[in-house]
């Protein structure tokens, strides 16, 4: 028997479990950033009408796309919309980047624009150079109905011309583009001079705003010396009512101002294009010259109330160029229309637009061998021009007809284990719910000829991305509301009513 001594086992001694606090914040999903949007599948359809309009009628007058980045040093747009405006003291989102540049999320489309024209020397392409754009853009703005943070705008700009039909095609383009989606508008318009007549003119709007200082808002107190125009277009009432009776610019245009202005009114008189004569618009940007627009949808009623926000604005903008490092005088004039504010005036008029995602064909299957073929024969189909669907997880046929029906589809294709035997498929009319055998190898002419039109692929395609589903709206769908707009006739300019 060994005398040795076991060697001592020392025993661990467990600490006390302390069991985690329990965290008594409930954790907050994400939410949505205030003022900005998501544009569900349904909102959709509308984009995709207004894009596929723009997309025609700006490649029908020669304008040719361009996209420029969101992001942009700060400074672009310091130096073109003003240090003192509202978009850029206020709205703009500006940062410092990872590499210590002073970037900008883009507030609009015209300042880029004309970086690109000057950095791509675009003056040497035959001019003048008529582009068009759609995107997103930023303001940090007070959100309301038809106000975001992030919105979309459509935009056209023609750089390298000074003639006065550049701005009334602008505004024609403008006004059958809004036309061509249902809506009416009516375009409010200006001239705010330029270098040579816009500062005695100003002059004149600093001494009276300032004989009734005690008055105006506080934003308008500072609004005097920085920025007067903007005095104008207040939306206090008690600025309103002073601004009522404040000088007009009209009477202080120099010849060729005039001369520019009475040849836009002329043109859109030419054109039947009616416009309202607007002394209150002078935009919030500082980069414009001589002609400034707005369009404002034209509503009747209860619809009126939500009439109260532009649709569009733009104008000239003649020395933005040179301003920017143009090393002569580039003269240019452009609009953008917000691509929200027109969903909503296409709604509050009841536009309706048929879904975009409505197939022409549901596939069903029943059985492991079905399903494996119906992967293929989606293929085909969709290769030859249809938009077929199918769920090939979905087991009982009454499942799937039950989706095909909800989906709104003319028909379903079934196929089972028999048909797939016979070399057959299942042509079911959901309307009239019978159903007929068919030939598989000539399902796609039984298709076309049920359907009653030539599949997708043979419609002609507009240039763009937006082709193929796009050609699917059915425009015969946009059922304009007949409005008796109270509008100005051709030659008839009478002050503003429109604010
Ligand atoms: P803007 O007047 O600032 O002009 O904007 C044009 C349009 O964009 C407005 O009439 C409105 O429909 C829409 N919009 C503006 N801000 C918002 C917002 N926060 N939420 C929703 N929609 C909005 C410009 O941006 C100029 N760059 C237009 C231009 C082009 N001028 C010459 N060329």
Not at 28 to 50: F, H, N, T, W
Not at 150 to 172: C, K, M, R, T
Not at 173 to 188: R, S
Request: glycine share 6%.
């Amino acid at each position: 028997m060994s005398t040795k001594k076991k060697p001592a086992v020392t025993k661990k001694v467990e600490s006390p479990v302390v069991a985690p606090k329990k965290s008594r914040r409930k954790y907050e999903p994400p939410q949505l950033l205030k003022g900005m949007k998501d544009i569900l599948p349904e909102e959709q359809s509308y984009r995709m009408a207004i894009l596929r309009k723009l997309e025609d009628i700006a490649i029908s007058y020669g304008y040719q796309r361009i996209d420029t980045p969101i992001l942009e040093q700060a400074s672009l747009f310091q130096r073109s919309i003003g240090e003192h405006t509202d978009v850029v003291e206020k709205e703009m989102y500006n940062f410092e980047d990872k590499s210590g540049d002073q970037v900008a999320l883009r507030p609009e489309f015209t300042a880029s624009i004309a970086r690109a024209y000057i950095e791509h020397g675009m003056q040497n392409r035959t001019q003048p150079v008529k582009l068009y754009t759609v995107g997103p853009l930023f303001r940090h703005d007070r959100p309301q109905a038809g106000r975001y943070r992030q919105f979309w705008q459509l935009d056209l700009e023609v750089i390298g011309e000074g003639q006065p039909v550049i701005d009334a095609e602008l505004i024609s383009i403008g006004y059958f583009l809004f036309k061509d989606l249902g809506l009416d508008a009516m375009v409010n318009i200006n001239s705010i001079g330029d270098e040579q007549c816009r500062p005695q003119y100003i002059q004149h709007l600093q001494e009276y705003f300032r004989a009734r200082r005690k008055n105006l808002c506080d934003n308008c107190k500072l609004r005097l010396s920085k920025n007067t125009l903007r005095l104008l277009d207040c939306k206090e009432p008690a600025c309103q009512e002073i601004a009522q009776d404040a000088p007009q610019i009209i009477d202080h245009l120099c010849a060729p101002c005039r001369d520019h202005f009475v040849k836009v009114l002329e043109l859109l008189d030419e054109t039947q294009i009616p416009y309202t004569l607007n002394p209150k618009i002078v935009r919030g940007l500082d980069y414009y010259s001589r002609t400034a627009w707005e369009f404002f949808p034209v509503m009747q009623g209860e619809e009126q109330m939500q009439s109260q926000a532009a649709l569009a604005g733009g104008g000239r903008y003649d020395a933005l160029l040179q301003k920017l490092g143009a090393t002569q005088p580039v003269p240019a004039s452009g609009f953008a229309a917000g691509i929200e504010r027109l969903i909503l005036a296409m709604k509050a008029k009841n536009i309706m637009l048929p879904s975009l995602y409505v197939p022409d064909v549901y596939l069903a299957q029943l059985g492991a061998s079905a399903q494996k073929r119906s992967l293929r024969l989606m293929e085909q189909l969709r290769q030859a021009g249809f938009k077929v669907w199918g769920n090939l997880v979905k087991e009982s046929l009454s499942a799937q007809l039950k989706v095909a029906n909800k989906l709104g589809v003319s028909f379903t294709l079934i196929l089972g284990q028999k048909e797939l035997l016979d070399g057959t498929i299942i042509v079911r009319d959901m309307d009239s719910n019978s159903q007929e055998i068919v030939d598989i190898k000539k399902i796609e002419k039984e298709l076309a000829k049920r359907l009653e039109k030539a599949p997708v692929s043979s419609i002609p395609k507009t240039v763009g991305a937006y082709d193929a589903i796009a050609a699917n709206i059915d425009e015969t769908a946009i059922i304009p509301e007949v409005v008796t707009p109270e509008i100005v006739q051709p030659g008839q300019k009478t002050l503003p009513i429109v604010e």
